[in-house]
């Protein structure tokens, strides 16, 4: 249940934020890719040390959902910002956002898993609380950053080629 609320209110704000309905949903769409890599990381885990699935590591679940919209959100508002502003065609604005975006994504992306090994590598006394957590992240912010790169741009290209020129028909006729 708490999983679903997240999600719900991860997708409520950045409704709010980008004033639509269908880009979250977008967007949304690397949360199950997050999913996926956070159940390989912790599998990938139980492979050598054996880590329930507790509180702790349904709580990376949770912050796993928090940081992997942030990359489908860089790109898709990057898009916006060239289509709207400067001009550009829906293609050459994905590509063009993709291509700025990679490097900051790539850069939270490492750090963040970087910062996550000493939980799950290094033993120690109570490292067994947030062993977990830390697999959990690190799978799905591994898999999520490649992923979301392969799927997020061509799927955003689509629904934006639809909605921007449904958008544009409409300030046509409402000029005319």
């Known amino acids: 249940l708490d999983l679903i609320i997240a999600i719900v209110i991860v997708y409520l704000v950045m ?3 980008f004033e639509n309905f269908i880009y979250p949903t977008v967007i949304m769409l690397s949360v199950p890719i997050a999913t996926a ?3 390989f990381g912790l599998a990938l885990l139980n492979l050598y040390r054996f880590q329930p699935l507790d509180m702790l590591t349904m709580l990376g679940f949770v912050i796993l959902i928090g940081i992997v919209v942030n990359n489908a ?3 898709v508002h990057q898009s916006l910002y060239h289509i709207r502003t400067d001009n550009m065609d ?43 957590l830390g697999s959990v992240v690190i799978g799905g912010l591994s898999l999520s950053a490649i992923l979301t790169l392969a799927i997020i741009p ?17 300030n046509i006729i409402q000029s005319t």
């Open 37 to 39: 890599g956070g159940v």
């Open 154 to 170: 061509p799927l955003f290209a689509i629904v934006a080629g639809m909605l921007e020129r449904s958008t544009s028909k409409k």
């Open 15 to 17: 409704a709010v934020l």
């Open 73 to 75: 959100i860089l790109l």
């Open 90 to 132: 829906i293609q050459a604005a994905v590509m063009e956002a993709t291509r700025n975006r990679i490097r900051p994504i790539f850069m939270s992306t490492l750090t963040s898993v970087f910062g996550m090994c000493p939980l799950v590598l290094i033993p120690g006394a109570g490292s067994e609380l947030y062993r977990g």
